[in-house]
């Protein structure tokens, strides 16, 4: 599907999931996978990384 | 057989590797997305479906905190409970349950002012390192080799004047090799340990690029780990622990979203299996 930032292609694995991150090829922007139906996907702007992230 | 649900609010490899496990073994099995779930002081269980047991797995340590309270208030088994989460994702609290269970750690300082810090590292002398009580991957965890340092980081602490800045936390630095130890502990049981070596700095965080290197689970080891997981409350815990020259081996952390992507490498055991069935057992004891 293209990138909602600059349109440049962006290929999403058959066996990613509704929550993973995906990047952007060109711009390096990240997006999390809302929906998926099949092949089709809903991308959103990922969160930023917070201050109290990880472990 | 049990209901499995894993509350994630990124996924990440570990939680495709337990969603990817509970279905092997059988189990009903959703991912619940954090963000997009809502409570209120009125809900009621019957309104969700959280299954029988829920794995709390957000990356963000105060939503995931903040979920397992709802889900605790909605009577929800969570691995791990509220009170295992907070305890270790407050360095001090931590540093204070280990203390008070016998459990080696390192000596830490506890102040509650800039002025105080000071006096602690002019009095007990440099280095020593200063980190976060609450804090992640390793960030604001740095040694405090001299006072024109030390006068840096305090600076810098007060002009950005967080709710948290002001308890300052100093830990004595430990002489070692350098590496330190991730061990991963599910229930009473040691699972898989690994040394992370530090690529060149000061810090062993896998997330830094540490390299994970298989470790021998020694009776020492274990016993320390228990011992420590029991201090905050058991569950599915990552505890870092130093060889200190000196004492042997000193607990300096306990994780509560443990991270496992680099130990399963090198794992002997079945990480998420193990963490997998230890849910299901805490569910329906």
């Avoid at chain 1, 349109?7 to 509704?18: C, L, N, R, Y």
């Avoid at chain 1, 090829?25 to 999390?32: I, K, L, N, S, Y």
């Avoid at chain 2, 809502?38 to 939503?63: L, P």
């Avoid at chain 2, 090799?177 to 965080?205: E, L």
């Amino acid at each position: 599907m293209n990138c909602p930032e600059c349109d440049a292609i962006i290929k999403i694995p058959d066996d990613a999931s509704v929550g993973e991150i995906v990047s952007c090829p060109d711009c390096g922007a990240d997006f999390e996978i809302a929906s998926k139906n099949g092949s089709v996907c809903e991308l959103k702007h990922a969160e930023k990384v917070g201050e109290d992230w990880g472990e | 057989m049990p209901k499995v649900r894993i509350v994630f609010d990124r996924v990440r490899l570990e939680e495709k590797m337990l969603e990817e496990k509970a279905i092997e073994l059988g189990h009903d099995t959703k991912m619940v997305d954090a963000k997009i779930t809502k409570f209120t002081t009125a809900s009621k269980k019957t309104e969700f479906d959280f299954g029988d047991v829920v794995i709390e797995r957000c990356v963000s340590y105060f939503r995931g905190l903040h979920f397992t309270a709802c889900l605790e208030f909605l009577d929800i088994p969570v691995i791990n409970r509220f009170e295992v989460a907070n305890n270790c994702g407050n360095k001090m609290l931590t540093s204070l349950l280990l203390k008070k269970h016998n459990v080696p750690t390192p000596k830490t300082y506890i102040s509650f002012s800039s002025e105080a810090a000071i006096e602690t590292l002019e009095k007990e002398g440099y280095p020593l390192v200063i980190k976060p009580i609450i804090g992640s991957w390793g960030r604001g965890v740095m040694p405090l080799k001299d006072r024109d340092t030390a006068d840096a980081i305090i600076e810098i602490r007060e002009l950005n004047d967080g709710p948290l800045d002001r308890i300052y936390y100093l830990q004595e630095m430990i002489k070692r090799p350098p590496r330190d130890i991730r061990v991963i502990v599910v229930g009473d049981q040691v699972i898989a340990a690994m040394y992370r070596t530090s690529t060149g700095g000061f810090k062993t965080n896998i997330a830094l690029g540490a390299e994970p290197i298989p470790c021998e689970i020694t009776k020492e080891l274990e016993d320390v780990c228990l011992r420590a997981s029991k201090a905050v409350g058991g569950g599915i815990l990552g505890i870092d622990v130093m060889e200190d020259e000196k004492d042997g081996l000193v607990v300096h952390e306990i994780n509560n979203t443990v991270e496992f992507k680099g130990l399963a490498k090198v794992a002997k055991r079945n990480i998420p299996k193990e963490m997998i069935e230890y849910a299901v057992r805490s569910a329906i004891r």
